[in-house]
């Protein structure tokens, strides 16, 4: 017998129908002997309702009613859910965030879980209850319902397989698996039965929309074994239909390439002829930071002329007008240079193999070579190269890699190259 | 500075447009100096849509979880109002009901208000801090959400006006107060200024769907001044707009017929020929009540032959068809007979002051007998006098006793017959 907490997403929660659907789901886990607690997200499109609602009365809405108001989602999916179960005899009762009580930091709308007292939900369980907890909220010290931010019921989900030792969390989602690549983009991409922690949270913040980041995070910390699977294909017999995501030591057989992630909603900002001296990079960052803008892909070099740097980087298409805005009260923005390009892609390699590895870059930039795809910046880590190229180059580019390391089903595996 | 419980009905916050007429009316009140406590009732047709869902699910659906399913209606509002005052720089707060605590019993979807501990909403309410409570709601002592069932939200407003000593309760609806009868029967109904509790109780549970008769009951309980107005026309000047309902002490000049009520959602049970014998009434309402199924209008006489009894009286039609099936289980039900019609309609006049003069009874049996309409039961109480007719004359019916009493714009008012 295991335990395991299953997550079902918005679509696989879109209406009564599907929530009977995922009901058959966590009935089938049941019947074969597992202890199972539910987290449910809010039916699809009831999230962007209420927050639009918010919105129509004041754009400048506050973060404790806004909370108060969405977190109402996933408790009716949750009521709904327990109903579904009791219709096919399985005992069952719903738990909002504060009957958990799952308690959050007062960050309203962005809260962080502090700490998931068991007690309620093992007393359910050694009752043979199962328990169905509303996702995406939690309960503040001063007793106000706070929410965790979007896509915060994977959150949920994983932080509640830490705090009551599940074997595994089964993350119910509308597509079967991690991908090698966006499936709609190469059909010949290929599920993966397997990857780690590492390469996950590469292809999640890359652009993979399978899981948050957020919540392979906090697996990775806990060292929560994940599953990705769909809650619309049918299981075949006892084989793990997903994919799983576990930490790198129990991945026997490495793959140096495990996938190819792009992403588009990104844009490049340069800053040219900065000042050549320390503090420089602090006086950039630190007021972006201020300002909650992502930065990523951080390239600096020495200018032609010797004396001043360029520093080059990325941050979301949405808050590039704002990065620029913030770049033009620098001291030193009297004498230099801000571009700005949104019409640019992040292509990225992963894969855990790579660091032991020598030729990988070598191969990836390569492909691009020959595909005459110029490069405008690279980073590299432990487990991922990253590009930035033109944006209309992205396809391409994609197939190109995806075909150069061999991950499409007709390929044979790469092996090292 | 008074103290005002105000509470808005469903249509009264229908969208967000809505909520914001709303607020104005409740920024209206603070700028007059009053202390406010606001109650809201879910959005108009969420409350169905969320039964709804239970119900595709299964009819037989759990309460503890149809609970935690339809409470969120008013948590959403409650968020959304607090949102609106914000806007016009109120300082507010939304309350589920579990947040202040409104402790309910466990009879969930259709709780009891057990206690409501003040001290929360006085804590904030010395904040200069509005609070806005999601009506209809509470929590269980085993913390689960538990609704007062339907017309919930009304108890829930003077509930909290008697818990926290509240100078008056406003209940913000569709309609602009209570009128003699229903305006869309007779034209010339005229809106009371002033009702006795008695009297609107006797309105409300006869079918005049202004107030919940279970948040009458509670005001009369708790002597809370009760006013109905309408959230859609503009108050003019300091006059109030609505109708107000107190204590029969306060009211000086005692109309002796306030008002006509009718209903056509009731069926008339006739059982002939039970025993004229001690315990005959109890073996027949016993199995009755113990079905849930509310009985009015008994009328009992000595049958034609002497020996045995025939018994009268009023069930819900929803309840006729389940109400004879109990009734042929009667020990006596084999000697006896079961008549059922459904095609009844229960007509009343009402008045404090018809206690204290005689004729009120005779002047409504004459206008009936005048338009040839046909008594079928009588009953009486002090404070009103019902009988049931055939259905198709509710109409005319209706219409005459308005006149007969001088009920309309246009009337003298009754001053005794």
């Known amino acids: 017998m295991a335990r395991i907490v299953v997550k079902f997403g918005g679509t696989s929660v879109g209406d009564p129908k599907r929530i009977e659907n995922a009901a058959e789901k966590i009935y089938q886990e049941i019947k074969r002997g597992h202890e199972v607690v539910v ?3 809010a039916m699809a499109g009831v999230t962007n309702q209420l927050v639009d609602y918010c919105h129509q009365i004041t754009p400048d809405h506050t973060a404790e009613e806004y909370d108060m108001v969405v977190a109402s989602g996933e408790q009716v999916t949750s009521g709904l859910m327990a109903i579904a179960l009791h219709k096919r005899g399985i005992e069952a009762r719903s738990f909002a965030g504060w009957q958990v009580p799952l308690i959050c930091s007062d960050q309203h709308g962005r809260a962080r879980i ?8 093992e007393q359910a369980l050694s009752s043979k209850i199962v328990p169905v907890v509303a996702g995406f909220q939690g309960v503040s ?6 929410t965790l931010g979007r896509g915060g019921s994977d959150t949920t989900a994983v932080a509640l397989a830490a705090a009551l030792n ?3 969390c089964d993350i119910y989602t509308d597509v079967d698996g991690v991908y090698t690549t966006d499936p709609r983009m190469v059909p010949d991409a290929q599920k993966l039965d397997l990857v780690s922690y590492e390469e996950m949270l590469e292809m999640a913040a890359l652009g993979a929309k399978v899981l948050h980041p957020r919540s392979v995070e906090l697996a990775m910390a806990y060292n929560v074994s994940l599953q990705v699977l769909s809650s619309f294909a049918p299981q075949v017999g006892s084989q793990l239909p997903g994919t799983l995501i576990v930490s790198e030591d129990k991945i026997m057989e490495k793959q140096i390439v495990n996938g190819v992630a792009f992403t588009r909603n990104e844009a490049k900002i340069s800053i040219l002829g900065i000042p050549d001296s320390p503090g420089t990079a602090a006086a950039i960052f630190d007021p972006l930071c201020a300002a909650d803008i992502n930065v990523d892909v951080i390239v600096q070099n020495i200018s032609a002329n010797g004396s001043t740097a360029d520093m080059t980087f990325t941050v979301p298409k949405l808050d590039a007008q704002k990065t620029v805005e ?4 620098l001291p030193f923005a009297q004498q230099s240079q801000i571009r700005i390009d949104t019409k640019i892609a992040k292509i ?4 855990i193999g790579m660091s032991s590895h020598s030729g990988v870059a070598r191969t990836m930039f390569r492909t691009l070579a020959d595909h005459r795809i110029n490069i405008q910046a690279i980073t590299t880590s432990e487990i991922k190269i990253s590009v930035l190229i033109d944006e209309q180059f992205t396809e391409a580019a994609v197939k190109a890699l995806h075909q150069a390391f061999e991950l499409g089903k007709t390929d044979m ?3 090292g190259s």
Chains 1, 2 share one sequence.
Do not use: M, Q, Y
């Open 39 to 41: 987290v449910v997200s």
């Open 114 to 121: 502090d700490d998931i007292p068991p007690e309620n939900l």
């Open 141 to 146: 010290r001063s007793n106000r319902i706070s």
């Open 166 to 168: 599940a074997d595994r």
């Open 326 to 329: 913030i770049l033009e009260k």
């Open 348 to 351: 990225s390699i992963i894969g």
């Open 413 to 415: 595996r790469a092996t």
